[in-house]
T-cell receptor, first 111, second 113 residues
């Protein structure tokens, strides 16, 4: 099945600094999804990217899908303590089934 | 609208015991999946289903069985629990098509001693 590599595994930032996590695939992806998991919680769906070169924004979060549809990134501007958690990318089969997750990037924010 | 409901939230088993983790969703979602999450391992797919009567194996299916007799329910059975199955288990569901992602349950924390 499709696999994605996610980096970095950990990121520690000071509050107000920016944060970026990256997902890379060796194959072309039909789409990519992003999830956030707070400590002790469950993954929560953030967004799905489908189109080549797509950029979507949710407040301080910017999501990008590469032109070749083989990589994606999530960028957080001016992090806040509420951003703490693990961010996962995930790729489904074309039909939407069998969602495979990257290993996640664990973000800690020092106030 | 409760979303995805998992029971129990916590469970301790002895090695060799069997049990069923329950998962139910009330969103009429076609796709349902079971994941396990271990420290540093991310989320690994155990089994998934694309509709009632249809199931398939994920990345780590050994030691687990599933069935999907209704759209709403997708139970996960541990046949003979082993310490290696100590983990947090998440059930998730999705419409299957369209722009939405998966909705996750709150998880079951299982310890096998």
């Amino acid at each position: 099945g499709q696999q994605v590599m996610q980096i970095p595994q950990y990121q520690h930032v000071q509050e107000g600094e920016d944060f970026t996590t990256y997902c890379n695939s060796s194959t072309t992806l039909s789409n990519i999804q992003w999830y956030k998991q707070r400590p002790g919680g469950h993954p929560v769906f953030l967004i799905q990217l489908v189109k080549s070169g797509e950029v979507k924004k949710q407040k301080r979060l910017t999501f990008q899908f590469g032109e070749a549809k083989k990589n994606s990134s999530l960028h957080i501007t001016a992090t806040q303590t509420t951003d703490v958690g693990t961010y996962f990318c995930a790729v489904p089969r074309t039909s939407g089934s069998r969602l495979t997750f990257g290993e996640g990037t664990q973000l800690t924010v020092n106030p | 609208n409760a979303g995805v409901t998992q029971t129990p939230k916590f469970q301790v088993l002895k090695t060799g015991q069997s049990m069923t983790l329950q998962c139910a969703q009330d969103m009429n979602h076609e796709y349902m999946s079971w994941y396990r999450q271990d420290p540093g391992m991310g989320l690994r797919l155990i089994h998934y289903s694309v509709g009632a009567g249809i199931t398939d194996q994920g990345e780590v299916p050994n030691g687990y069985n599933v069935s999907r007799s209704t759209t709403e329910d997708f139970p996960l059975r541990l046949l003979s629990a082993a310490p290696s199955q100590t983990s947090v288990y998440f059930c998730a569901s999705s419409l299957g098509t369209g722009p939405g992602g998966y909705t996750f349950g709150s998880g079951t924390r299982l310890t096998v001693v």
